[in-house]
């Protein structure tokens, strides 16, 4: 969906009434949740947080500008929800590091459709390893990969300078690069073995 | 490259594959559900924390849903006041003096201090594409008691202004006319049910004229206007509105809009607007500046709707206003 969709709920929402509110909620909700399943990496937090997203949007409407794209802003809000909601879970040490197993298969003897399926599953697994990511080196690539931010952009929604977004996303394309490296070496040290 | 090109592939596979779990809606809805129900109850303390949006008068609203040409403010992060200037308002003269026409046939039926808002075919013709997106606009007329002592009129002002700034009428050769416990002209509408009905009436319903007396305990955003003519006979408004909150006004024309700055440094609005719906000349020039106090935040606007009161005759009021101000403040 685009801005102007929302727009006119935007307003109504705005002057108080609330089923515009409930239409913005139903309009924008898969799009949030989405995003905080990216972030947060299980579906049942991101379930939670998504209305913490809502109570927090209808608390900040005073301070949203017109001039100010409206699913930016409300990405905004469910990025600094998904932060708070990470840090509460260090703070109850709730928080267990998710290390999934990688493996890639090498390229031989492959049918088109077995290529497609394993891409497909190549991609999946380079987004496990996005989870594996520090939390502040993930929230900028998938700012940057899912939302496609520019690098002003995402700096504007976490508050901080574009030169740490820069050196965040350099360092978190780094890990990915040297982890992909390291799982291929595995895999292959492990076809030797055969 | 590869990592980054695959990522996003990754991620638009993966969302297509997302959406909101039954559950999780359910009790999203619900939390939704028990914020808005509870919205009333608390109303009064969050008008006093959070921000509040107001629709600034003169055929002013809240400005999402159109095209925003440019945008111009002034205030702080307490008070401001924000004009976005708007092709979308079809302004023709013989509908302003229609509207106005109604808006007086409404005013003569409303006792001393009552107020309404009022809709009409016309009125929504002036915003054709307003209803279409399911917003809200409505006018606003009333008759206000009008204080005809200017000396009661100044003290009274004085106990509800703090630190009031008024026109040297001395100076600037101005004479009193009356006074009134509101702005200028029309008025901010915050009353959005009311509105929603009116318009169904005329827009459903088929009424010529929609209208509604309202009553509000308390006004959010108390205003005060003292009128005087210049030496050309010329009438001259001076409005102060107060805001004990954080407020954004927000309002929508077609004014020529044009920041200055005056001789203490603050930055003031001028405004030209020769579409102007509450005047017979359509034409309203005015200067506002902010005045942000302990207590509240002040929002002062010298206005005329005669072409012969110019930009620097209301640059000079604002200026003698202030100097007045200076005098009584005492020094920081």
Same mark, same amino acid.
């Given at each position: 969906?685009?801005?102007?969709?929302?727009?006119?709920?935007?307003?109504?929402?705005?002057? #108080?009434?609330?089923?515009?509110?409930?239409?913005? @909620?139903?309009?924008?909700?898969?799009?949030?949740?989405?995003?905080?399943?990216?972030?947060?990496?299980?579906? /049942?937090?991101?379930?939670?947080?998504?209305?913490?997203?809502?109570?927090?949007?209808?608390?900040?409407?005073?301070?949203?500008?017109?001039?100010?794209?409206?699913?930016?802003?409300?990405? #905004?809000?469910?990025?600094?929800?998904?932060?708070?909601?990470?840090?509460?879970?260090?703070?109850?040490?709730?928080?267990?590091?998710?290390?999934?197993?990688?493996?890639? /298969?090498?390229?031989?003897?492959?049918?088109?459709?077995?290529?497609?399926?394993?891409?497909?599953?190549?991609?999946?697994?380079?987004?496990?390893?996005?989870?594996?990511?520090?939390?502040?080196?993930?929230?900028?690539?998938?700012?940057?990969?899912?939302?496609? @931010?520019?690098?002003?952009?995402?700096?504007?929604?976490?508050?901080?300078?574009?030169?740490?977004?820069?050196?965040?996303?350099?360092?978190?394309? #780094?890990?990915?690069?040297?982890?992909? #490296?390291?799982?291929?070496?595995?895999? /292959?040290?492990?076809?030797?073995?055969? | 490259?590869?990592?980054?090109?695959?990522?996003?592939?990754?991620?638009?596979?993966?969302?297509?594959?997302?959406?909101?779990?039954?559950?999780?809606?359910?009790?999203?809805?619900?939390?939704?559900?028990?914020? %808005?129900? !509870?919205?009333?109850? $608390?109303?009064?303390?969050?008008?006093?924390?959070?921000?509040?949006?107001?629709? !600034?008068g003169s %055929?002013?609203?809240?400005?999402?849903?159109?095209?925003?040409?440019?945008?111009?403010?002034?205030?702080?992060?307490?008070?401001?006041?924000?004009?976005?200037?708007?092709?979308?308002?079809?302004?023709?003269?013989?509908?302003?003096?229609?509207? $106005?026409?109604?808006?007086?046939?409404? $005013?003569?039926?409303?006792?001393?201090?009552? *107020?309404?808002?009022?809709?009409?075919?016309?009125?929504?013709?002036?915003?054709?594409?307003?209803?279409? *997106?399911?917003?809200? +606009?409505?006018? +606003?007329?009333?008759?206000?008691?009008?204080?005809?002592?200017?000396?009661? &009129?100044?003290?009274?002002?004085?106990?509800?202004?703090?630190?009031?700034?008024?026109?040297?009428?001395?100076?600037?050769?101005?004479?009193?006319?009356?006074?009134?416990?509101?702005a200028a002209y029309g008025?901010?509408?915050?009353?959005?049910?009311?509105?929603?009905?009116?318009?169904?009436?005329?827009?459903?319903?088929?009424?010529?004229?929609? &209208?509604?007396?309202?009553?509000?305990?308390?006004?959010?955003?108390?205003?005060?206007?003292?009128?005087? $003519?210049?030496?050309?006979?010329?009438? %001259?408004a001076?409005?102060?509105?107060?805001?004990?909150?954080?407020?954004?006004?927000?309002?929508?024309?077609?004014?020529?809009?044009? *920041?200055?700055?005056?001789?203490?440094?603050?930055?003031?609005?001028? =405004?030209?607007?020769?579409?102007f719906l509450y005047a017979?000349?359509?034409?309203y020039? =005015?200067?506002? &500046?902010?005045?942000?106090?302990?207590?509240?935040?002040? %929002?002062?606007?010298?206005?005329?709707?005669?072409?012969?009161?110019?930009?620097?005759?209301?640059?000079?009021?604002?200026?003698?206003?202030?100097?007045?101000?200076?005098?009584?403040?005492?020094?920081?």
């Open positions: 969906m685009q801005d102007h969709d929302y727009q006119p709920w935007l307003e109504r929402m705005i002057q #108080g009434d609330s089923d515009a509110f409930r239409r913005i @909620y139903e309009l924008t909700k898969d799009d949030v949740y989405r995003l905080l399943v990216f972030l947060l990496n299980d579906r /049942e937090d991101a379930g939670d947080v998504l209305s913490e997203v809502y109570l927090n949007l209808h608390r900040s409407l005073p301070s949203y500008r017109p001039e100010q794209p409206f699913r930016k802003w409300l990405n #905004g809000i469910a990025v600094r929800q998904a932060s708070s909601w990470k840090r509460k879970l260090w703070r109850r040490m709730r928080l267990f590091e998710r290390v999934s197993v990688t493996t890639i /298969e090498g390229p031989q003897g492959r049918l088109p459709a077995e290529e497609r399926a394993i891409a497909r599953e190549e991609r999946r697994e380079l987004l496990t390893l996005v989870d594996r990511l520090p939390y502040k080196l993930k929230e900028v690539v998938v700012l940057r990969h899912y939302r496609e @931010y520019s690098l002003e952009e995402i700096a504007e929604t976490l508050g901080i300078p574009v030169g740490t977004v820069k050196s965040r996303h350099h360092s978190a394309i #780094g890990k990915l690069r040297q982890w992909i #490296g390291q799982d291929t070496f595995l895999e /292959e040290a492990a076809f030797h073995a055969d | 490259m590869r990592i980054e090109e695959n990522m996003k592939v990754a991620y638009r596979e993966a969302a297509a594959k997302l959406a909101v779990p039954t559950l999780a809606d359910r009790k999203a809805k619900a939390a939704i559900d028990r914020m %808005l129900e !509870a919205r009333p109850r $608390r109303s009064s303390i969050l008008r006093r924390r959070s921000t509040q949006w107001a629709i !600034a %055929l002013a609203l809240l400005i999402m849903g159109f095209t925003t040409q440019y945008f111009v403010k002034i205030g702080d992060d307490r008070f401001s006041l924000e004009m976005t200037v708007n092709d979308q308002i079809r302004f023709d003269e013989r509908t302003a003096d229609i509207v $106005r026409d109604q808006l007086q046939t409404v $005013r003569s039926q409303l006792a001393v201090g009552e *107020k309404a808002l009022v809709y009409s075919q016309e009125i929504e013709s002036l915003l054709p594409d307003y209803r279409s *997106k399911g917003l809200f +606009y409505a006018e +606003y007329a009333s008759n206000p008691y009008l204080f005809k002592d200017y000396g009661e &009129w100044k003290e009274r002002l004085a106990r509800l202004v703090p630190e009031l700034a008024l026109p040297d009428a001395e100076k600037n050769r101005l004479v009193f006319v009356d006074g009134k416990d509101e008025g901010s509408v915050f009353e959005a049910e009311t509105v929603k009905r009116l318009q169904a009436e005329v827009t459903e319903q088929g009424k010529a004229l929609a &209208w509604e007396k309202i009553e509000r305990e308390e006004e959010r955003l108390p205003a005060y206007t003292t009128s005087y $003519r210049d030496a050309g006979g010329h009438e %001259l001076f409005s102060v509105q107060l805001s004990g909150e954080k407020i954004k006004l927000v309002g929508l024309t077609q004014a020529q809009q044009e *920041k200055i700055r005056l001789s203490d440094g603050r930055e003031a609005l001028y =405004s030209l607007n020769d579409k017979d000349s359509n034409r020039a =005015s200067l506002s &500046w902010i005045d942000t106090q302990e207590e509240a935040s002040v %929002l002062y606007t010298v206005g005329s709707s005669s072409d012969a009161v110019t930009k620097e005759q209301l640059i000079a009021v604002a200026e003698s206003a202030l100097s007045q101000q200076a005098i009584v403040k005492p020094a920081a």
